[in-house]
């Protein structure tokens, strides 16, 4: 069965600090990953993360693919209490439906 | 603003009612998917259409569910004598097919008391 996990759960950090999140996978014919943020509302899209080893960056976050480790992570530099959300991964296969799978999460909270 | 919308933003009904919420998605995009979410869950995949077809319907939507978009524009969920489990967020999403990329709306937010 297809699957994402996501690691931590949840964290809090202080304003500044560097933050790592981790996503793997377990999905047949992968084709894609995904980053959303989500904060009280629907998720915003991040990354979408296709080839091994090119990062995406966009300001302050940036996320990288590895297709051997079956994982991809998103860094968070200089946290701000903005950043405080929860970051989904999601992950398409290439069957024709484009069905994402989804990862739980993890909530993320940056203190001042 | 010419992102997903959603209507209504938050509904609050009766178990046993029936409700319908609409999705307006981005006018290019031909592919509309709904979402239910749970409190610290993902995203649950319900149904999605390419253009007015549903293509996908899945396997946890109870017969209860159904969506419609009938002129491959805006689509409609309907809930079918509503139970306190339906209570969740209800999101849709719009892409390109073959794209993977899909954009949120703000979701519907369900309270079934």
């Known amino acids: 069965e297809d699957k994402v996990v996501q690691s931590p759960l949840s964290l809090v950090v202080h304003e500044g600090d560097t933050v790592t999140l981790n996503c793997s996978y377990e999905v047949t014919n992968f084709r894609s990953l995904l980053w959303y943020k989500q904060e009280k509302k629907a998720p915003t899209f991040l990354f979408m993360l296709t080839s091994s080893g090119i990062e995406k960056k966009s300001g302050r976050l940036s996320s990288i693919l590895d297709k051997k480790e079956l994982s991809s992570i998103l860094n968070i530099t200089a946290t701000q209490t903005g950043d405080s959300a929860i970051y989904l991964c999601a992950v398409n296969n290439a069957g024709n439906n484009r069905k994402l799978i989804w990862g739980l999460g993890t909530s993320l909270g940056v203190n001042p | 603003d010419t992102g997903v919308s959603q209507d209504p933003r938050h509904k609050i009904t009766k178990r046993g009612q029936n409700v319908t919420f609409r999705c307006d998605p981005i006018s290019e995009h031909n592919r509309l998917y709904w979402y239910r979410q749970t409190l610290g869950q993902g995203p649950e995949f319900l149904t999605y259409?390419?253009?007015?077809?549903?293509?996908?319907k899945s396997r946890l939507l109870s017969d209860r569910f159904s969506a419609e978009r009938p002129k491959g524009s805006f689509s409609t969920l309907e809930i079918q004598r509503t139970e306190q489990g339906d209570s969740a967020m209800y999101l849709c999403?719009?892409?390109?097919?073959?794209?993977?990329?899909?954009?949120f709306g703000p979701g519907t937010r369900l309270l079934v008391l």
């Open positions: 259409f390419q253009n007015e077809a549903q293509l996908e």
């Open positions: 999403a719009s892409g390109f097919a073959g794209q993977e990329t899909q954009y």
